[in-house]
């Protein structure tokens, strides 16, 4: 491979904009090549409005193009393994939304090919949390790493934001979708940075959908970690926590507040409490540098696992972890897996 990265569009999704050509303008390393859509008008509409010079008639179709040495995945949640492993065994590296698959047992399989793929042709695979990419993520797991807070014992997540049009894909159970896919998986995976290990799902509820009661709108659920450490992640489409964005790490000594970690670009804060005789106080604040956006970050990071052999920190099987996590919480609130009467081999 040359040292530049071209990539390709599978599906003109509305978060493509942000996550993709916009980055990829800031680097020279990585250029966006085609695009392609399931209504051709709409890849060629978009095409147009973004300079991509290349749209075919499908997803298979860019898949076979040479010029594509890897693909961006921004299709609906329960598309995420097919195209993953399509794009594979068409030889290109992936870039994939999150959530990484519909349940864990299908992140199994495509890590396993992953592993194969990476051994045999040298491709990469990596999951969309582009807020680990920001020093913004690195920072909270310092400080929880540190010492500073002395013995951890609690961490909490919560992803909330608004989203009252039901019509919408992501409240669709053939695709995948409910809140605890969608917002919960960021909430779970920041969870896993800050409480150093994978919890075990203790309890959950669940707030569903009156027309489709499998689909989740708001979601609780507690948390058991290693070591005795407890936690509590939250995440919701739809429920009187209107927006909320924050994670928390409680210690012996100290206390981590996270405000807006998922867009750190945008807006973020760090603040740092240690307990006194009246009550916590506030020892000091912090913010990181904002810019480059996480998605920059993630895609620089993306082209360097391809192009350099580096890390690859939101792989595959790091996608396997917090899938498990996912499935113990639609089990603990009574809910069937997404996809699960598709895939009766899920992992308990």
């Known amino acids: 491979m040359s040292r530049h990265l071209r990539i390709g569009l599978l599906g003109a999704a509305a978060i493509a904009p942000s996550a993709l050509i916009k980055p990829a303008r800031q680097t020279s390393r990585v250029t966006v090549t085609a695009v392609a859509a399931r209504d051709r008008t709409r890849a060629e509409a978009f095409a147009r409005k973004h300079d991509v010079p290349v749209v ?16 961006y995945v921004p299709l609906p949640n329960g598309l995420h393994a097919e195209w993953t492993l399509k794009a594979l065994e068409a030889g290109k590296h992936v870039l994939c939304e999150k959530p990484f698959t519909a349940n864990r047992a299908e992140a199994e399989r495509v ?10 042709d040298g491709l990469v695979v990596m999951e969309a949390f582009h807020y680990r990419y920001h020093p913004l993520a690195e920072r909270m797991r310092e400080i929880v790493t540190s010492g500073e807070l002395g013995e951890l014992r609690r961490v909490e997540a919560e992803l909330c934001f608004p989203l009252p049009r039901f019509s919408d894909i992501r409240y669709d159970y053939a695709l995948a979708g409910g809140a605890t896919m ?28 009156r027309k489709d009661p499998r689909i989740d709108r708001a979601m609780t659920a507690e948390l058991a970690f ?19 964005i924050r994670a928390r790490a409680v ?7 996270v405000t807006n970690f998922v867009m750190p670009q945008l807006y973020h804060q760090v603040t740092i409490r240690r307990p006194r005789s009246s009550g916590a106080h506030v020892v000091r604040r912090e913010r990181v540098p904002r810019n480059p956006s996480s998605y920059a970050r993630q ?3 993306f082209a360097a696992a391809v192009l350099d052999g580096g890390p690859v920190i939101t792989s595959a099987r790091d996608a396997v972890r917090t899938m498990g996590v996912l499935d113990g919480i639609y089990r603990a609130g009574g809910l ?8 009766q081999a899920a992992t308990p």
């Open 251 to 257: 210690g012996t000594d100290g206390e981590l507040n």
């Open 336 to 343: 069937p897996l997404r996809r699960q009467e598709k895939d």
């Open 182 to 209: 969608d917002a919960g998986c960021y909430a779970v995976h920041v969870a896993r940075l800050l409480g150093g290990g994978d919890p075990a799902v203790t309890s959950a509820r669940m707030t569903t959908l």
């Open 56 to 71: 075919h008639a499908g997803y298979d179709a860019l898949l076979a193009d040479p010029r594509v040495d890897a693909v």
């Open 299 to 301: 895609l620089e990071a």
């Open 111 to 120: 890590a396993d090919a992953a592993d194969v793929a990476f051994a045999r």
């Open 226 to 244: 290693p070591k005795g450490v407890s936690g509590r992640v939250r995440a919701s489409m739809w429920s009187r926590r209107v927006l909320s």
